[in-house]
């Protein structure tokens, strides 16, 4: 059974590009969350995806936005990038209904 | 609105011994708590979670929490610490209930040192 998978694991942006990143749940999780992780800091709530709506929202800019696909998997999209959007990006699925979340590996994102 | 605290930035403890990470939270209600913990570089793990019953909750790898409801506290704790424990500690939150509004909110991290 695999886990929360996300791709790309690493990549390098310079300031004002545009970056997309996604996101595989764990088989059988309906709900996808993104946190934005600084260097040192802990994961700070951007949204959560569940029936392909956002349903909660972070105190984010609307430069980040998602999007959730019928089989559960979601993107993130990032754009005119700032220097401070460097961080490890983690996405989390869980079941609606149920507690905690599964976090996959993340995707450490660069700007430079 | 849900918040979590966890007051120190590291805790150094000696193989063997007992260990304790702190967590204070804020949510309207009964909630639902969690710890994770994360290594250099890599996701976050889920170790254990409260929802109901007993205070005392047990999970992965030996640790286990209690939750205090006057307190507002749940504090992670082992008996005996490993070196292989050294890591970043995550308390979280979640407001209770099925709705929608079922973010996590997670605290600052807790970097735990465990010396040979």
């Known amino acids: 059974d695999a886990g929360v998978t996300q791709s790309p694991t690493h990549l390098i942006k310079t300031r004002g590009q545009q970056v997309t990143l996604r996101c595989s749940p764990k088989?059988?999780?309906?709900?996808v969350s993104w946190y934005q992780q600084a260097l040192g800091q802990g994961p700070q709530f951007i949204f959560q995806y569940y029936e392909e709506e956002e349903r909660q929202r972070g105190n984010f800019p609307d430069r980040f936005s998602g999007h959730q696909f019928p089989n559960y998997s979601s993107e993130l999209n990032v754009n005119a990038l700032l220097l401070g959007d460097s961080a490890l990006y983690l996405c989390?699925?869980?079941?609606?209904?149920?507690?905690?979340?599964?976090f996959g590996e993340g995707s450490r994102l660069t700007v430079l | 609105a849900q918040s979590v605290a966890q007051p120190e930035d590291q805790v150094n403890v000696a193989e063997g011994n007992p260990l304790t990470v702190k967590c204070t939270y804020s949510v309207s209600g009964n909630p639902y708590l969690f710890w994770y913990v994360q290594y250099p570089n890599r996701g976050l793990q889920f170790l254990l979670k409260y929802i109901t019953g007993d205070n005392l909750v047990k999970g992965s790898y030996g640790f286990e929490a209690e939750f205090n409801k006057s307190q507002t506290s749940f504090h992670l704790k082992k008996p005996s610490a490993l070196v292989s424990d050294s890591a970043l500690y995550f308390c979280?939150?979640?407001?209770?209930?099925?709705?929608?509004?079922?973010?996590?909110?997670f605290g600052s991290g807790t970097r735990l040192s465990i010396r040979p």
């Open positions: 989390a699925s869980s079941r609606l209904s149920a507690g905690e979340l599964f």
């Open positions: 979280a939150v979640r407001a209770p209930g099925y709705s929608s509004a079922s973010k996590i909110i």
């Open positions: 088989s059988g999780h309906d709900t």
